[in-house]
């Protein structure tokens, strides 16, 4: 029986995943980098450092980056982001997410945050969201980001419940991977294509229906 929710923040809660891309092809074509489309998928979801090593990875093979020069590329990207950010305000919430927070709250589901963003409680606040989650993982705390399944394993443990228990909510490939690889019922939101791996896709925020929801994840998990 569904008892809980975990949500991605970025490309999920909020629109906030082109500033991300915006402020890693602002690091990419300071190197002489240009970024392929793929990269639109391919950098959501990942951890600050892990999305540097693929920015890099789409440079020279030959270049070598010290670590301190790795460290000011992610400080200056989270500059750029947090410039982005700051005008942030509940008006930036995507389409439908209002409502299924409401409805979920008044079937009485259990909502958690599973971000890999270290600016996610910054976010929140900014939405006026700070007190609809029950908890967020710290991603600070993990030892691997997604696709690991990790921060879905820690958020549906802090949460109290079992895999069986819960939705997963992803706007990428990575995060989709990491809630299928904790043996949870992931909810795809973006390109059918690109998220192929999720149980149940919707082609933006607008289309999510918790009512839908629930009874495809019912009649997954036999209940
Ligand atoms: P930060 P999510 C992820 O958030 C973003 O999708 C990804 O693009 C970003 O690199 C990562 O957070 C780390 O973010 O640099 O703010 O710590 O999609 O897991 O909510
Ligand atoms: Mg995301």
């Not at 705390?141 to 820690?154: C, F, N, V």
């Not at 992931?186 to 918790?210: E, S």
């Amino acid at each position: 029986m569904l008892k809980g929710l975990l949500f991605d923040l970025d490309g999920v809660i909020a629109d906030t995943a082109r500033f991300h891309l915006a402020a890693w092809n602002q690091v990419a074509t300071q190197l002489g980098i240009t970024l392929p489309p793929a990269a639109n998928d391919a950098l959501r979801g990942r951890s600050r450092e892990s999305s540097l090593a693929l920015v890099l990875s789409y440079g020279d093979p030959h270049a070598v980056y010290t670590d301190a020069q790795k460290a000011d590329l992610a400080a200056q990207k989270n500059a750029w982001y947090l410039q982005a950010i700051d005008a942030l305000t509940p008006a930036d919430i995507l389409p439908g997410i209002t409502r299924l927070l409401a409805d979920a709250q008044a079937a009485g589901l259990h909502l958690a945050i599973a971000s890999a963003s270290k600016n996610a409680p910054a976010i929140l606040t900014k939405l006026g969201l700070a007190a609809a989650f029950e908890t967020r993982v710290d991603p600070a705390t993990l030892h691997r980001g997604k696709p690991d399944p990790e921060i879905y394993q820690r958020a549906q443990a802090q949460l109290g419940l079992t895999a069986q228990e819960v939705v997963g909510f992803e706007d990428a490939s990575a995060g989709v991977a990491a809630i299928k690889a904790a043996g949870q019922f992931a909810v795809g939101i973006g390109d059918a294509t690109t998220l192929a791996a999720a149980d149940f896709i919707v082609p933006n925020t607008a289309a999510l229906d918790l009512a839908a929801i629930t009874a495809a994840h019912a009649a997954k998990e036999g209940d």
